[in-house]
């Protein structure tokens, strides 16, 4: 070892991360963009959703769902997808271009931890979204809980990876924030279609169908929709999400810069 | 124009620091030798070596695209080196840089802090990753920043963020400092001030690497100052002794009260010429000039009234050495 080992004191000390988290915490409510956009957005087209009479009544066409049914995993994609693909990347390529990575670069303190405080904090809002799209979801459209409680939850936490892995990609090949934002967005959008934002996979055309079967978004809603009526998710739709899930991780590993 | 004349030391600076390159001693915090550095093929540092002892400041000088701060980064850790051997505190920054970060503070270009934390805030956050952390309220007090501690970090001026940044790089109370431009884009006062914080921060014994390409900066603050210069290091020596390597040296001009010989002042070792402008003398030489002719003018009886000290300052010397001024573009460089 070297002559001046003794000098050091012991490795970063625990208290950091809960500090980064909680400083993290502090930004996300104070530039909310991940709060507004995956967390306000959703609740608000639900709200505007109850302006529509018959959202509650079950619907033949739609396999003996109700629309609201039909639109609660829609919604809760809407909230994975932007909270992946916007508010993640947004953040982390802002922190790269405006220098605050290399600066926590220069610490003891891993500029990787800051990752790790984003992604939580982006689940934690995920968590949020999920929890008042429920609990307004029971009380003013009389949704019932999930008929397949394991197949929605896995559904669910497979969306997330493979969305997050994404926006993660996005984070590592846009060199700036506005690129990010750019590249989330083009990425977002056609998602959001195939996810059946507007025109719900149910009557959706078969061949349009089939392909949104093998977009990440498509699958989840899929996945999490067969879960609500009962039925274990596809084994398609799960591969699906855990095959994005895998290589965009990889690739954003693989590619991400820190400066 | 003139030089503070604390010049007890320069000779042997310079009789130290004139071989081609400093022999890295026992001690020394920092011990950069051989590196270089390329950006694909552009050579942004070839083959520079340099020591810095313990509780020096020690400048780094150059213009733009010189290669300043390429060194730091990897005196830091934060860029690999394509050869060459650098050391700091013993550690080697490319194998031990989690320790390295522990005892290194560093304020660095290019480099923010998130504008939605309140200085309070950010203060908080990096002294909770140091063990060893210095004192929150006395780095707060000394630094001028208790007061702005509610105010967020996107609100501060130039000079507050570069406050906040110097109290960052010392919050872990590191045995190196590194600050890299650090007064770049301030006023004057602002500039000032910080240079104050910088001999404030001397007293803590905490070596320091100042990177700059304000001569004014370096032959204020620095002990010793590296010329940079197209990668490579031009010369190393006190500021007072870089400026003595410039041909000219010094200058006294003055007005004596009463005629004298000219063999008076030519006869000593500091006076290299002696001119009369009108009533006026002028002497040329080195070395402690001005005490040594007013000595010697008292000795005959005679006093210089009106004396002006002019010597060479850095940017002399920079042009002396490289035959280029201080703030001309260097193009084709990378610069970061």
């Known amino acids: 070892m070297s002559t001046y080992a003794w000098l050091l004191p012991a490795r970063t000390p625990r208290s950091a991360f809960s500090k980064l988290l909680q400083g993290e915490t502090k930004i996300a409510w104070r530039m909310p963009i991940g709060l507004i956009t995956g967390v306000a957005a959703p609740v608000l087209v639900l709200i505007i959703m109850g302006i529509f009479p018959g959202m509650s009544k079950s619907e033949a066409k739609l396999g003996g769902l109700t629309w609201f049914g039909v639109y609660f995993p829609i919604l809760i994609a809407i909230s994975v997808a932007v909270l992946g693909l916007i508010s993640l990347p947004t953040h982390l390529a802002t922190y790269r271009q405006q220098g605050i990575l290399r600066r926590i670069s220069t610490t003891p303190v891993p500029p990787a931890w800051m990752l790790s405080a984003q992604v939580l904090i982006n689940l934690a809002l995920a968590v949020i979204a999920l929890g008042i799209l429920t609990v307004a979801g029971t009380i003013g459209y009389g949704l019932g809980a999930p008929r397949q409680l394991p197949g929605f939850l896995l559904a669910l936490l497979l969306a997330i990876a493979a969305m997050f892995a994404l926006g993660l990609w996005v984070s590592a090949i846009a060199r700036t924030a506005a690129a990010a934002s750019g590249i989330g967005q083009l990425i977002l959008f056609p998602s959001l279609f195939f996810a059946g934002l507007w025109i719900p996979r149910e009557v959706m055309p078969a061949a349009l169908r089939d392909i949104a079967d093998w977009t990440p978004l498509g699958a989840a809603v899929q996945a999490l929709q067969s879960s609500m009526k009962g039925v274990f998710p596809p084994t398609q739709s799960l591969l699906v999400m855990a095959a994005y899930a895998v290589v965009f991780g990889f690739l954003a590993v693989r590619y991400f810069r820190w400066e | 124009m003139s030089l503070s004349l604390r010049r007890g030391l320069s000779a042997a600076a310079e009789s130290q620091a004139s071989g081609p390159g400093p022999v890295p001693k026992a001690g020394a915090a920092i011990e950069v030798r051989h590196l270089r550095k390329t950006y694909r093929a552009t050579v942004a540092v070839d083959d520079i070596s340099f020591s810095v002892r ?110 906040l940044s110097i109290a960052l790089a010392l919050i872990g109370n590191p045995k190196v400092a590194v600050l890299d431009e650090m007064t770049t884009g301030l006023d004057p006062q602002a500039r000032r001030d910080t240079w104050q914080l910088i001999e404030q921060v001397r007293d803590r014994d905490v070596t320091i690497i100042l990177v700059t390409h304000y001569m004014d900066e370096a032959e204020r603050l620095c002990d010793r100052v590296a010329l940079f210069d197209r990668g490579k290091v031009v010369a190393i020596d006190t500021p007072e002794g870089l400026a003595d390597r410039v041909g000219v040296g010094k200058r006294v001009r003055f007005v004596p009260s009463g005629p004298f010989e000219d063999r008076l002042l030519t006869g000593l070792p500091e006076v290299s010429r002696v001119e009369h402008d009108g009533e006026h003398v002028v002497v040329t030489g080195s070395g402690e000039l001005a005490n040594v002719v007013i000595l010697a003018l008292a000795k005959a009886g005679v006093t210089a009234t009106g004396l002006h000290l002019d010597s060479a300052n850095l940017e002399d010397a920079f042009v002396a050495l490289t035959g280029r001024h201080l703030h001309e573009q260097v193009t084709g460089r990378v610069h970061r």
């Open chain 2, 54 to 163: 313990e509780g020096e400041i020690f400048g780094i000088l150059g213009p733009n695209g010189a290669g300043k701060t390429t060194t730091v980064e990897c005196v830091i850790g934060l860029r690999s080196p394509d050869r060459g051997d650098i050391r700091v505190m013993g550690l080697d920054p490319q194998v031990d840089r989690e320790e390295l970060h522990v005892i290194v503070g560093a304020q660095l270009q290019a480099s923010a802090l998130p504008g939605q934390l309140k200085v309070g805030e950010i203060l908080d956050l990096y002294h909770s990753f140091y063990a060893g952390a210095a004192d929150l309220g006395e780095i707060m007090d000394s630094l001028g920043l208790a007061e702005k501690r509610n105010a967020y970090y996107r609100s501060l001026s130039g000079g507050l963020k570069q406050r």
